[in-house]
């Protein structure tokens, strides 16, 4: 509760306009005195009864002066706190001084700062005070712990902006303050519908006189367990601190649910970045280990690869050489390439989610696989070379053979035709013809070496002008752009200025962003606003902002815990089960440490972000 200013008790003025500047209702000093005693009572009365406690007052300038409610109301917004010690029916002046000093005392204990105001003023029952402080605590118990999901805003622009966002699109309604906003009723009408359309017909609403619809909301309103603060007079003519007391309780009815909506959804972000984070360093694990066993297979191969005395076998086993680097080498080549670039993707992705950068082991480093591949390639050549040098010379040995044989088969033919009839052709022309062969042998050698060409892709051409105002409005890191640029860069392959939708989920999955194929497809035509139906860079940023902000910080997760957790520092089997099912939940009690029969869900969030430098 201590988030918001230090509260320095005012005098009460006379309102004159709200903020926007549109003129209200002239009211005396002491009218707006009434209309906040009035609903400041009945707010203390109702948290008196929320807490089960039957203790009432009538009178704020009267009721308070003996510290006894005072200590009761705090109390109420920590039941589990210990109560002091104190005189429970004070006659004496010192008895009831000695009280207020302790509700005081209880009151910044509960993070509500105040200045301008004692005991002795409350025992004195200085009206104007009196109020003052019972607003001091409204705002700090309550107003101000109300933070907007979509900004940074607290407290009473906090409120302001939720009640915005409620009532967008419903038509004659423009909320803008606590004061002439809400003198139609429409407003509270919108702001009933917008979470429970089955209780308030807004067409109807808008044809209904102001004090009728205002009756009919306030009737709503107690229906679902808001306490009536206000009466008719109060929204017509209206304050503004007793009409933000009021709509307050709404954002603690309907808000609450949106606030842990959110929160389930950023645990359950959080759970699936850490599973598929996992997944991945888990499928690479088992990759390298695959290459690094083909790596010594293939080694113990070529060591082993005799060759045999025979012409054939040394053709055999170059043509198997042959097959072996078109084939199987390239294969795994390709595969890791794969494996290097799914390491990186493993990188990109912790430092888009600030998790600490995952490093295997030194002898699963993709340097080892490197070492190997060097030796497979050096013990190839040495093979490939020993086999050549041997196949050369047999075939040269073969060739003389050829042609001594068939010289003597010539001659013995010459012999032949000469004792039998004219010989038909020259020896030059036979000879010719087994010169003929021999080259056509040589010039078909099957020894001939392949070269792997490899070309790097370069990327380019992508429009970076419009990147630094999209940048500016995110709280992404110039690391973090880097990585959103080249993984931009790497998957714009048909137009280097824009991403397809298949496109755009490739990178996605590459920065490790665990989302649902129909999800994908929502957001991609959520953000492209080009006739071609594709994703620009800036329009990729603005997902990247989006995603971020649903995703959330190391403190916001740990606040989402927290929020299922009742802020205690672990969080039971049963409760996150709540927050994120039971898969979810099954998985993140392998991995989280036990403590006091329970989970430490702060020490295991705080291992699984980058520690603030």
């Known amino acids: 509760h201590g988030d ?3 509260f320095i ?18 009211q005396t000093q002491s009218a707006v005195a009434g209309k906040q005693e009035k609903a400041f009572t009945k707010w203390v009365n109702a948290q ?24 009761k109301l705090i109390c109420c917004f920590n039941p589990d706190g210990k109560v ?87 038509s004659d309604v423009n909320i803008t303050n606590f004061t002439s906003s809400w003198c139609s009723g429409l407003a509270l009408a919108a702001l009933i519908h917008s979470s429970r359309p089955d209780l308030i017909d807004y067409e109807r609403a808008r044809s209904e006189q102001p004090a009728a619809l205002i009756e009919r909301c306030f009737a709503v309103a107690e229906e679902l367990g808001i306490y009536r603060l206000l009466e008719l007079e109060d929204m017509l003519a209206p304050e503004e601190r007793t009409v933000m007391t009021y709509i307050s309780e709404f954002f603690y009815l309907f ?45 113990e191969g070529f060591e082993n690869d005799d060759i045999q005395d025979t012409f054939w076998d040394a053709k055999g086993k170059l043509d198997t050489h042959t097959i072996f680097r078109k084939g199987e080498k390239r294969e795994h080549l390709a595969r890791r390439r794969e494996l290097e670039t799914l390491l990186q ?60 044989a068939a010289l003597q088969l010539q001659l013995h033919l010459q012999t032949t035709l000469a004792t039998l009839a004219e010989p038909e ?53 110039d690391e973090m752009t880097e990585d959103f640029r080249n993984t931009f860069r790497m998957f714009a392959k048909l137009d280097p200025q824009s991403l397809t939708s298949s496109e755009f989920s490739n990178c996605l999955k590459a920065l490790g962003i665990p989302l649902p194929e129909d999800q994908i497809e929502s957001t991609f035509e959520q953000f492209s606003k ?23 910080s190391k403190e916001q997760v740990l606040e989402s815990f927290a929020s299922f957790a009742k802020n205690a520092d672990v969080i039971t089997e049963e409760e996150l089960r709540q927050a994120v099912g039971e898969e979810a939940a099954a998985y993140l009690s392998t991995v989280m440490p036990r403590l006091n029969g329970g989970f430490a869900y702060r020490q295991y969030v705080a291992t699984m972000y980058v520690a603030d430098s």
């Open 425 to 477: 052709g020259t020896l030059q022309e036979q000879q010719e013809a087994i010169a003929r062969m021999r080259t056509e042998l040589e010039e078909n050698s099957l020894f001939a070496k392949t070269k792997e060409d490899a070309e790097m892709l370069r990327w380019g051409g992508i429009n970076t002008d419009g990147l630094a105002a999209a940048r500016a409005q995110t709280g992404i890191t």
């Open 530 to 552: 080009t006739e071609e139906n594709k994703l620009t860079v800036e329009e990729f940023y603005a997902v990247m902002q989006f995603i971020r902000a649903d995703t959330g």
């Open 345 to 404: 993707n493993i990188h990109t992705a912790n430092k888009a989610q600030s998790r600490p950068l995952y490093e295997p082991a030194e002898a699963l480093r993709p340097e080892r696989l490197a070492e190997e591949w060097v030796r497979v390639e050096q013990a190839e050549a040495a093979c490939h070379l020993n086999l050549k040098r041997y196949y050369q010379r047999e075939r040269d040995r073969l060739g003389d053979q050829y042609a001594e």
């Open 4 to 6: 918001h200013r230090p």
């Open 48 to 71: 008196y009864t929320k807490a089960g406690d039957t203790f009432r007052i009538k009178s704020l300038r009267e009721d308070l002066e003996d510290g006894v409610a005072l200590i």
């Open 255 to 299: 808000g609450k649910k949106t606030t842990q909506a959110t929160s389930r959804r950023r645990v359950t972000s959080f759970f699936q970045s850490i599973k598929q984070g996992n997944d991945m360093s888990g499928e690479y694990e088992e990759g390298i280990r695959t290459e690094l066993e083909w790596c010594a297979r293939v080694l």
């Open 84 to 170: 002091p010690s104190y005189n429970r029916n004070p006659r004496m002046i010192p008895h009831k001084l000695d009280n207020l000093s302790q509700a005081f005392e209880l009151i910044r204990k509960s993070g509500v700062k105040i200045l301008g105001v004692g005991p002795q003023d409350i025992l004195n029952g200085n009206v104007s005070l009196v109020l003052g402080l019972i607003w001091a605590v409204i705002y700090g118990v309550r107003i101000g712990c109300i933070k907007s999901e979509d900004s940074k805003k607290g407290g009473k622009e906090g409120l302001l902006l939720w009640c915005k966002k409620q009532t967008a699109g419903y």
């Open 9 to 26: 008790i005012p005098s009460v003025k006379v309102t004159m306009a709200d903020e926007g500047g549109s003129p209200v209702r002239k």
